[in-house]
């Protein structure tokens, strides 16, 4: 597995009082004189392509990334070197997390297509957390968050039908991409329908014939990656109890 430098770019510095992910990121519920500190530290690596590493599994803990634009998957790598894919990120949220109290990155993390982090180097954060408690809130927040995420997913990947998990699936990116501003009913997928099987358990087979069965039940419309969510309600009532708002079932 290759491991990609990160190499700063001050060129694509943003403050974080000026970025519109703010309300979704490390920074919510700072006041200004704490996330002026905090931006103090943030470092902006240039960008990564499509197939690019993070970091990898194993590696030492540095840093945590906030997703600044694109997308990526992180993953774990069992004994026998298969893939098992732990999650979908998106613009404002959090990678590293799992490697809290560890050391080490607990996944691997890499890029579904061009995209942006934020970096910042923990060891610097755990201090500045120390002296400021509202920073320290924060990172609690994000831990419980993290935890109730877990336990969605292991609803997500219960006793549930192929269509159940596909369409909370669906559901659940549309929420985020509303969160973010964007079309909460039209938009691409950035992962292949292989990695969407692969998170929810089911083969690439079942993946193309349950897209195939939402689409004749009139609840979507699909066009390679570009999904047209026609029906809500219908994969609403499809999804059933197993469906929430909540933002990110992801690690």
């Not at 509303?178 to 039209?186: P, V």
């Amino acid at each position: 597995m290759q491991k990609t430098k990160l190499i700063d770019f001050p060129a694509i510095k943003t403050a974080c009082s000026r970025c519109s992910l703010q309300q979704l990121c490390l920074p919510q519920g700072l006041n200004s004189a704490d996330m002026e500190r905090l931006d103090q530290l943030v470092k902006r690596p240039r960008p990564l392509h499509r197939g690019e590493y993070l970091f990898c599994q194993g590696d030492r803990l540095k840093s945590l990334y906030a997703v600044r634009s694109g997308s990526f998957k992180t993953y774990s790598l069992g004994e026998d070197g298969n893939e098992k894919i732990l999650g979908f990120h998106l613009p404002g949220e959090l990678l590293g997390l799992a490697g809290l109290g560890h050391g080490e990155y607990r996944a691997a993390a890499s890029a579904l297509e061009t995209a942006s982090v934020c970096a910042v180097p923990f060891d610097r954060l755990q201090d500045l957390a120390d002296h400021l408690p509202s920073l320290n809130h924060q990172l609690h927040k994000i831990m419980s968050q993290r935890i109730s995420r877990d336990q969605e997913v292991l609803l997500l990947l219960g006793d549930k039908s192929a269509q159940e998990r596909l369409a909370t699936f669906l559901l659940n990116i549309s929420s985020r991409f509303a969160e973010r501003g964007f079309s909460a009913r039209e938009f691409n997928l950035s992962m292949s329908r292989q990695d969407i099987a692969n998170y929810l358990g089911l083969t690439l087979e079942t993946i193309s014939r349950t897209f195939s069965h939402l689409q004749k039940d009139g609840a979507l419309e699909v066009d390679r990656r570009l999904i047209r969510i026609v029906d809500r309600e219908c994969l609403a009532n499809i999804a059933g109890a197993c469906f929430t708002d909540a933002s990110s079932a992801t690690h």
